[in-house]
């Protein structure tokens, strides 16, 4: 197997629930040797290990079961931080500091290790002890006042996005961070929050607000500032169209039979379209609810008008295209089987992420781990009688 670009480095995971995990799996995915600390007897938040959830979280990692409330538990601690390259939690930060895990403490005792950390609210602040939840930072970071029918009131978005962004944006941080300790030979602290990742994925929402001085509302399928861009009816289901600029919506409106839309002078430019959404809306339902979704959809690829259907998620993965791409990923549990995974979102050419191992049984290689450390087996038996490990 070709070696993987990120197989030189140890990272140890002391991360749970969703947050932390996604960051980890970046690096346990493109080969790095990650040891995923964890509690020896099972405590709350930690999740069902036999969920599918739980088993596409925590491939490709070792397990080591260790009680980081003991000394003893802190001096295995200690060793594997000496030889690491990366830690990454996801603690309330007093937490972290009554563990021994804050930013201070561990530079000074490896000063090349990189730290990530995520948090609900940030490191510091009003908020910094708050406890943090996914749901709780789309509310505060405004995604939910733009999501949903208008007047619908406050909706989640489908996925938790707030956890997902935040991991991503700590992986990404952590990488750039051990970019620099090859020029500087020290380590860095990375850190986000569930709200701070949140906010950023507003993207052009957020500067509708702090450029424009507006409030956006929410808008339900419409595009928030482009029309005809939604969800539109046709005689056998729902389809997206997004029709964007002079060209597109010229042709499109050849497509519906309906050439004097074009200059019609409540149509004609974007910001007119946008002014009588309501009313082109309503006239374009009709006329798109007379075609078949896979007619209009030809009709209006052949233009180049981007559309597709609505998927549910069996169709998401019967579909030829996502067939092609590389995101389903397998791999073989020693208990449960073959199993399909979500794959990596990106690929490297020449390169591919590899499913090396399943979600390990917790405590799985605290034998092999301890070992690596220079424990010797009467030494290891002796922290397991104790409920070290």
């Known amino acids: 197997m070709k070696a993987l670009p990120l197989d030189r480095f140890r990272v140890l995971d002391l ?4 947050s932390g995990p996604t960051c980890v799996k970046q690096f ?3 080969g790095a040797d990650v040891i995923k600390i964890e509690p020896p007897a099972d405590e709350a938040g930690y999740g069902n290990r036999d969920s599918s959830d739980f088993q596409n979280l925590h491939r490709n990692k070792r397990s080591l079961t260790l009680d980081l409330k003991t000394p003893e538990g802190q001096e295995v601690l200690g060793r594997l931080i000496d030889g690491a390259d990366v830690l990454i939690e996801n603690f309330r930060p007093g937490v972290k500091s009554r563990l021994g895990l804050d930013w201070e403490t561990l530079h000074a005792r490896n000063p090349r290790l990189v730290l990530g950390s995520i948090s609900g609210f940030g490191q510091t602040g009003p908020y910094a002890e708050r406890p ?7 509310g505060m970071g405004g995604l939910m006042s733009i999501t949903g029918m208008p007047g619908q009131g406050p909706v989640r978005v489908g996925v938790p996005i707030a956890d997902l962004s935040a991991g991503l944006f ?3 941080g952590v990488l ?4 620099d300790r090859e020029r500087t030979g020290e380590g860095a602290w990375v850190h986000s929050s569930l709200l701070q990742a949140q906010i950023a994925m507003l993207d052009f929402q957020a500067v509708r607000w702090l450029i424009d001085g507006m409030v956006p509302e929410q808008a339900g399928n419409d595009h928030p500032t482009a029309v005809p861009m939604g969800v539109y009816p046709t005689s056998d289901g729902s389809m997206n169209i997004a029709v964007n600029g002079a060209r597109m919506w010229r042709d499109f409106c050849e497509v519906i039979g309906r050439p004097d839309l074009f200059e019609h002078p409540d149509y004609a430019t974007p910001k007119d379209r946008l002014a009588n959404r309501a009313a082109l809306n309503a006239l374009l339902y009709e006329i798109t609810a007379t075609w078949t979704a896979a007619d209009l959809t030809e009709a209006l690829l052949a233009t180049g008008i981007p559309c597709g259907p ?3 998620m069996d169709a998401v993965f019967a579909d030829p295209q996502v067939r092609h791409l590389p995101i389903v990923a397998e791999v073989e549990h020693p208990s449960k089987g073959r199993q399909r995974l979500l794959g990596q979102a990106f690929q490297v050419e020449g390169l591919a992420p590899a499913m090396r191992s399943a979600t390990p049984d917790a405590g799985q290689h605290t034998d092999e781990v301890l070992a690596e450390l220079g424990y010797a087996p009467d030494a290891i038996a002796e922290l397991k009688e104790k409920g070290i490990v």
Not at 15 to 18: K, P, S
Not at 176 to 179: E, H, K, V, Y
């Open 15 to 18: 991360t749970r629930i969703r």
């Open 28 to 30: 346990a995915d493109w």
């Open 132 to 138: 943090g939840f996914d749901q709780v930072a789309q």
């Open 170 to 172: 700590v992986a990404m």
């Open 176 to 179: 750039m961070a051990l970019l």
């Open 310 to 312: 609505i998927n549910r």
